[in-house]
């Protein structure tokens, strides 16, 4: 339970924090924040990946505990141990990933965990009538409170969320990137319902990247950076242009090599691609060349690196390599055509962890099957690949999991250079390693674009992107909405990402 319940006190804020520091192995991930929500405004929060939003959302949301500062909720200070005590403080989050359970009716999620009844039994009029009342309070009066939520579309799963917020009594409402996935009709409804929770004298914090929603809708914007908050504006100070000045702005040294090198002939072309969520994608990429990927969450980044080598379906378009169509929906294809994936995610889906150095090494390569692999041939290739790539291990019959994140990522590239990879895909090369093995990877890509590769590089740190692309390309959901050059600034990289919409 939380450390005593706050009485409502009119004239505090509903939520204040206070010098609230999170700090993990290596990363501080957020350093002495204040912040303050008051009744009946919308409080936006915007700042770039890994700027430290998500780790002070988890914080006041009782998910992870700080490792100093304070929380108050109604001008009274209060300790969560955990996403129960927010919820009995009158804490809600809604976030992309909608947690409403598709098997149930509507009035079954909204009064989930509230559930009416007597004696052990399940009161389902008084949930239908609760459940009625709380939709037609925020506008959806139409929603049958017996249907199933697997049948409705993410905008009504969001007004269930809302509404099953209001039923446990909240006033504060949390919401992460809410119009990420909806069409723009259904963010209309969206704004008009946050409208009625200010005039309820809710208050609402609003995490989004979306420069347009914010000067629409805030009353406030906070800006994080790097684990800081560096700035809280009122509506009439918040400005694009001045936002974006605070979220940017690193000097990236000399962390990253010189962009000397001589593009030679076009490997890869992507033609009017099209899949789930990219949307008639055209690009190149030369030999010797490193392009890279620019967008914010949502942007569809890791879809297209995913379609073009076969992982996820594409409905139209076409992947060619060295003029040459690559079959497309097959990974198999992809690779004899070429083409590797470093994945965005190592641990899942980029290494084996119970198999070794070796084994890794050799996953995508089929003319090395299991009962040949202890002959010279592949040893070899593999000691010679490991030195390339400077891995750091005892042997190559060590377990890849007891490696460190950066020795780990460095097999992952290095499994595909015995392939004759002609374009290497890098989606988040250095994800989850420390600055020292960073350099080593940006090193490494260097030299292997050198040596002629066509590099495709996506990555949530813009600095990394500008730091290492000779060309970046800008996505916005779905959509290729511009070019830049390797010389472009993160304002100018930004503004093209978080202003430019999409062509209808």
Same mark, same amino acid.
């Given at each position: 339970?939380?450390?005593?319940?706050?009485?409502?006190?009119?004239?505090?804020?509903?939520?204040?924090?206070?010098?609230?520091?999170?700090?993990?192995?290596?990363?501080?991930?957020?350093?002495?924040?204040?912040?303050?929500?008051?009744?009946?405004?919308?409080?936006?929060?915007?700042?770039?990946?890994?700027?430290?939003?998500?780790?002070?959302?988890?914080?006041?949301?009782?998910?992870?505990?700080?490792?100093?500062?304070?929380?108050?909720?109604?001008?009274?200070?209060?300790?969560?141990?955990?996403?129960?005590?927010?919820?009995?403080?009158?804490?809600?989050?809604?976030?992309?990933?909608?947690?409403?359970?598709?098997?149930?009716?509507?009035?079954?999620?909204?009064?989930?965990?509230?559930?009416?009844?007597?004696?052990?039994?399940?009161?389902?009029?008084?949930?239908?009538?609760?459940?009625?009342?709380?939709?037609?309070?925020?506008?959806?009066?139409?929603?049958?409170?017996?249907?199933?939520?697997?049948?409705?579309?993410?905008?009504?799963?969001?007004?269930?969320?809302?509404?099953?917020?209001?039923?446990?009594?909240?006033?504060?409402?949390?919401?992460?990137?809410?119009?990420?996935?909806?069409?723009?009709?259904?963010?209309?409804?969206?704004?008009?319902?946050?409208?009625?929770?200010?005039?309820?004298?809710?208050?609402?914090?609003?995490?989004?990247?979306?420069?347009?929603?914010?000067?629409?809708?805030?009353?406030?914007?906070?800006?994080?950076?790097?684990?800081?908050?560096?700035?809280?504006?009122?509506?009439?100070?918040?400005?694009?242009?001045?936002?974006?000045?605070?979220?940017? @702005?690193?000097? +990236? $040294?000399? =962390?990253?090599?010189?962009?000397?090198? /001589?593009?030679?002939?076009? %490997? *890869? &072309? #992507?033609?009017?691609?099209?899949?789930?969520?990219?949307?008639?994608?055209?690009?190149?990429?030369?030999?010797?060349?490193?392009?890279?990927?620019?967008?914010?969450?949502?942007?569809?980044?890791?879809?297209?690196?995913?379609?073009?080598?076969?992982?996820?379906?594409?409905?139209?378009?076409?992947?060619?390599?060295?003029?040459?169509?690559?079959?497309?929906?097959?990974?198999?294809?992809?690779? @004899?055509?070429? +083409? $590797?994936? =470093?994945?965005?995610?190592?641990?899942? /889906?980029?290494?084996?962890? %119970? *198999? &070794? #150095?070796?084994?890794?090494?050799?996953?995508?390569?089929?003319?090395?099957?299991?009962?040949?692999?202890?002959?010279?041939?592949?040893?070899?290739?593999?000691?010679?690949?490991?030195?390339?790539?400077?891995?750091?291990?005892?042997?190559?019959?060590?377990?890849?999991?007891?490696?460190?994140?950066?020795?780990?990522?460095?097999?992952?590239?290095?499994?595909?250079?015995?392939?004759?990879?002609?374009?290497?895909? +890098?989606?988040?090369?250095?994800?989850?390693?420390?600055?020292?093995?960073?350099?080593?990877?940006?090193?490494?890509?260097?030299?292997?674009?050198?040596?002629?590769?066509?590099?495709?590089?996506?990555?949530?740190?813009?600095?990394?992107?500008?730091?290492?692309?000779?060309?970046?390309?800008?996505?916005?959901?779905?959509?290729?909405?511009?070019?830049?050059?390797?010389?472009?600034?993160?304002?100018?990289?930004?503004?093209?990402?978080?202003?430019?919409?999409?062509?209808?």
């Amino acid at each position: 339970m939380p450390s005593g319940a706050p009485s409502p006190d009119a004239a505090a804020p509903l939520l204040s924090v206070s010098g609230l520091s999170k700090h993990f192995p290596g990363v501080r991930a957020l350093t002495d924040v204040s912040f303050d929500l008051k009744r009946g405004e919308v409080h936006c929060l915007i700042g770039e990946n890994g700027a430290g939003k998500s780790t002070f959302v988890k914080l006041i949301a009782g998910a992870q505990k700080p490792d100093a500062g304070t929380i108050a909720v109604r001008g009274k200070s209060v300790v969560l141990n955990g996403p129960r005590d927010a919820k009995a403080l009158g804490l809600a989050f809604i976030f992309q990933e909608l947690s409403v359970v598709d098997g149930l009716t509507v009035a079954e999620n909204i009064v989930l965990g509230d559930e009416p009844g007597r004696g052990g039994h399940f009161d389902r009029d008084v949930a239908e009538t609760t459940a009625r009342r709380l939709l037609a309070g925020i506008g959806f009066d139409g929603l049958d409170p017996a249907t199933r939520v697997g049948r409705l579309s993410t905008a009504e799963k969001q007004a269930v969320m809302i509404a099953k917020a209001l039923c446990a009594n909240a006033d504060v409402i949390v919401m992460d990137e809410p119009t990420s996935p909806l069409e723009e009709q259904e963010v209309r409804r969206l704004f008009a319902v946050i409208a009625t929770l200010k005039a309820a004298g809710k208050g609402i914090i609003y995490v989004s990247h979306k420069m347009r929603e914010i000067e629409e809708i805030a009353d406030r914007v906070t800006v994080f950076k790097d684990g800081r908050k560096v700035a809280t504006l009122e509506r009439a100070e918040a400005e694009p242009r001045e936002l974006i000045r605070l979220m940017v @702005g690193r000097d +990236l $040294g000399d =962390v990253f090599p010189s962009k000397s090198r /001589q593009p030679g002939p076009i %490997v *890869l &072309s #992507v033609e009017k691609l099209s899949g789930a969520r990219i949307h008639d994608i055209s690009l190149s990429v030369r030999s010797g060349e490193i392009v890279g990927i620019a967008g914010l969450v949502g942007a569809g980044r890791t879809e297209l690196m995913r379609s073009i080598f076969g992982a996820d379906t594409v409905s139209s378009g076409r992947v060619l390599i060295d003029g040459k169509p690559v079959t497309p929906n097959s990974v198999r294809r992809a690779i @004899g055509s070429g +083409l $590797g994936l =470093v994945p965005e995610e190592r641990r899942a /889906q980029g290494i084996v962890g %119970v *198999l &070794s #150095v070796f084994d890794n090494l050799l996953l995508p390569w089929t003319e090395f099957p299991a009962s040949r692999r202890e002959t010279g041939a592949p040893r070899a290739v593999a000691q010679r690949t490991a030195q390339t790539m400077d891995v750091r291990t005892p042997s190559l019959d060590q377990r890849i999991s007891l490696l460190s994140g950066g020795n780990q990522q460095k097999v992952v590239v290095g499994k595909w250079l015995a392939m004759k990879t002609r374009v290497l895909l +890098l989606d988040e090369p250095t994800r989850g390693v420390d600055i020292g093995a960073k350099r080593e990877i940006y090193r490494i890509i260097d030299e292997l674009a050198r040596q002629g590769l066509a590099i495709l590089l996506v990555s949530s740190e813009l600095p990394e992107v500008i730091g290492l692309a000779d060309r970046i390309i800008v996505l916005n959901q779905g959509h290729l909405v511009g070019e830049l050059p390797g010389t472009a600034t993160e304002p100018e990289v930004m503004e093209l990402s978080m202003l430019h919409e999409p062509a209808a």
